[in-house]
């Protein structure tokens, strides 16, 4: 088929996706996997090669999916439900005292949605914001952009949150990587937008807690000797994070012969993998947050039940995003693309920002727009030969651009503008303005780090 011809079958599966979604209000799995199919049969695939490639691109994209998110999620429901975010908050703030509260709370966020969805982690913390505004007398965006900034970097960059999980199984980058390179993109980006532009906009917009909202700490949470202890939360929350990247570095150090491949290196391995590390985590979390601090067993199923419901929207819409990079891979779309990227000079970090931002600012839902994206971007990576550095930084920047622009079609918008008191002018200076500052600059730390790696 003329490629062409290719190019703007791909153009309009976009176009259509986008249609689907924003006018038909059809939900995410179901215009992914209609768009697919759709894109298949214009390409000249048969119905039973569109099959197929459904099954195909299915199957292998929730082998890994389902596993990881879903001991994600129900790790994190745990550590939400134990207080284990509010215990780290108040260890944050007191230590770091209330004139440097902004960075406790950045590195508060920056933690905390390691494990925990970024809007249920703030709506959990904003009654210390609250308390912070109203004893200080400083504008909540003071206090609030940082904790922001810091939920929504993390949110963006590092497994096992559920968008870069994606990206990465879709692109098929390695974990362990993304998670070096996120830390080392998250956090200039959460210093630049947390507390040095929270300092700048809650002198332009002053927001005082909102009336009706305002519940001290005393009044809507638990006691404070009733929470767990702040090491206990660090250290479960870092637990995956160590066996994946412990993983990442044996696997490497076997693979150039610096270690042996023996019971010890593969024994690591295995327990670095993201399923046993997840698996490890939330067992742990489980007795030490739940069993050993009196939560009955009933309540603990409860507890994972109640975590598997949004679990299952992510898994089955990346599973879908899973399907359109096989449609693309196998209709030869994918390889039409490639041929043309190759002839060009775009980096592919930047390609994948803009098809992310683009998706992103037309829909708004992030997750849409990241899948979109990492679809697109699986088929024609082949032509650039990363390294595996190079490919984290590929779902780095997919991510950053998933983030930016949030406006009036993203339910984030209307979230932190109701919580934190604020109209739509002012949530466009403030949180639309922060997750772009977290999008614009998360591209450029992420294309100086490709130069380099």
Known sequence: MDPILLVLILVAAVASLLFLVLKLKIHAFISLMLVSIMTGYAAGMTPTDILVSIQEGMGGTLGFI???????????????????????ALYM?????????????????????????????????VPILYALSRKTKKSLLFYGIPLLAGLAATHSFIPPTPGPVAVSEIIGANLGWVIILGFAVGIPVVIIAGPLFGRYISGKVKIQPPAGMFTSLKENDKPRQDYPAF??????????????LFNTITGALVNT??????????????IGHPFSALLIAT????????????????????????????????I???GAGGVLKQILVDSG???????AVSTGSINPVVLGWIIASVVRVTQGSATVAMITAAGIMSPILSVFALTQPQEALVVISIAAGASILSHVNDSGFWLVGKYLGMDEKQ???????????????????????????
């Open 231 to 244: 090491r206990l939360v660090v250290l479960l929350i870092g637990t995956p994070l160590a066996l994946i």
């Open 66 to 88: 389902a596993v990881v998110v879903g001991l994600g999620a129900i790790f994190g429901k745990i550590l939400e439900y134990s207080g284990g975010a509010e215990a780290l």
């Open 93 to 125: 703030i007191n230590r770091f005292g209330e004139d440097k509260a902004p960075w406790a709370l950045s590195l508060t966020g920056f933690i905390i949605a390691i494990p925990v969805f970024l809007d249920v982690a703030f709506i959990i913390l």
């Open 257 to 270: 012969g610096v270690l042996p491949d023996n019971f010890l290196t593969g024994f690591i391995i295995f």
């Open 316 to 318: 089955l819409v990346t």
């Open 333 to 339: 779309i994918g390889d039409t693309l490639a041929q």
């Open 283 to 314: 067992f742990l979390s489980i007795y030490l947050l739940g069993i050993r601090r009196g939560t009955t067993k009933k309540k603990l199923q409860e507890i994972s039940n109640a975590a598997l419901g949004p679990a299952g929207i992510i």
């Open 427 to 453: 949530t466009l200076q403030t949180w639309t303005m922060m997750v772009t500052i977290i999008a614009v600059s998360g591209l450029l730390f992420a294309w100086l780090l490709y130069l380099v790696v």
